[in-house]
């Protein structure tokens, strides 16, 4: 059985959280060129977990959209009839 990274254990908030926070140092420019490195390593690890849990949650969304469709599309609509 595969072994998960400390990234893939985390919630999806936590990494964005831990992405944004390195892009900011990154930003700073206060780092040496290794932790630089280093950091920026880390941020594409977790830009690419944050992109595959995004694509995960939008498939779902297709799905549910897609099934609830079809329930809808059995459900005649509902209309008020107008009384004056």
Same mark, same amino acid.
């Given at each position: ?13 936590? =990494? ?19 932790? =630089?490195? =280093? ?6 690890k ?27 599309? =059995? ?10």
């Amino acid at each position: 059985m595969k072994k998960q990274s400390k990234t893939e254990e985390l919630p999806f908030e936590a =990494a964005f959280a831990q992405l944004e926070e390195i892009v900011g140092k990154l930003e700073a420019g206060d780092l040496s060129l290794d932790d =630089a490195l =280093a950091l920026f390593e880390q941020g594409q690890k977790l830009a690419a977990y944050c992109g595959a849990k995004l694509d995960e949650a939008e498939l779902k969304v297709q799905k549910l959209g897609a099934s609830g469709a079809a329930v809808l599309g =059995a459900v005649e609509p509902f209309h008020l009839e107008e009384t004056h």
